[in-house]
T-cell receptor, first 111, second 108 residues
Framework: DVKVTQSSRYLVKRTGEKVFLECVQD?????MFWYRQDPGLGLRLIYF???????EKGDIPEGYSVSREKKERFSLILESASTNQTSMYLC??????????FGPGTRLTVT | RKEVEQDPGPFNVPEGATVAFNCTYS??????FFWYRQDCRKEPKLLMS???SGNEDGRFTAQLNRASQYISLLIRDSKLSDSATYLC?????????FGDGTTLTVKP
């Protein structure tokens, strides 16, 4: 069974804080993804990575950065959190770019 | 216009009913298609892949029509446990685009 874990289920941060969201997978998958999910907007891809130290922008990368120093770990960084980044953040992993396995999500609130 | 469109519903059906969801995609270069299931406040989970020849998994049947660029999901003999949001996905060149989902509620 694929296991994808995320560092927090719920997080509350203040505007302007630097926020780190971590995702760890235990199945040796090459590809990892960060999405945010908002009501009425669905799942939107922020960044993805297909190898260690590699990253590609998704549809909405503005205000975010990522880091992949090890194959099993993919971090999403909000350099200066803003209220419009309040959302559910979902990490996913796959051996191909298609069938993805999601972590439980982090519900981030920025006040 | 969204790249992947679904009727948001909600679909409210009695137990035992047959229900069908459709999804349209606008990128004709899309190569792979999937249905995911998402329970309330949970992560999406892969339900099934969708092939041109159609595929069936128990009570679930998925179909792809490339000419019309739509994907369908048929659920037969609905169970209470089928209540969830169903997400349609079209993928191409390393990128998956998700629909906003169709909400199904199965009632006793």
């Amino acid at each position: 069974d694929v296991k994808v874990t995320q560092s927090s289920r719920y997080l509350v941060k203040r505007t302007g804080e630097k926020v780190f969201l971590e995702c760890v997978q235990d199945m040796d998958h090459e590809n990892m993804f960060w999405y945010r999910q908002d009501p009425g907007l669905g799942l939107r891809l922020i960044y993805f990575s297909y190898d260690v130290k590699m990253k590609e922008k998704g549809d909405i990368p503005e205000g975010y950065s990522v880091s992949r120093e090890k194959k099993e770990r993919f971090s999403l960084i909000l350099e200066s959190a803003s209220t419009n980044q309040t959302s559910m953040y979902l990490c996913a992993t796959s051996t191909t770019f298609y069938e993805q396995y999601f972590g439980p999500g982090t519900r981030l609130t920025v006040t | 216009r969204k790249e992947v469109e679904q009727d948001p519903g909600p679909f409210n059906v009695p137990e035992g009913a047959t229900v069908a969801f459709n999804c349209t995609y606008s990128n004709s270069a899309s190569q792979s298609f999937f249905w995911y299931r998402q329970d309330c406040r949970k992560e999406p989970k892969l339900l099934m892949s969708v092939y041109s020849s159609g595929n069936e998994d128990g009570r679930f049947t998925a179909q792809l029509n490339r000419a019309s660029q739509y994907i369908s999901l048929l659920i037969r003999d609905s169970k209470l446990s089928d209540s969830a949001t169903y997400l349609c996905v079209a993928a191409n060149a390393g990128k998956s685009t998700f629909g906003d989902g169709t909400t199904l509620t199965v009632k006793p």
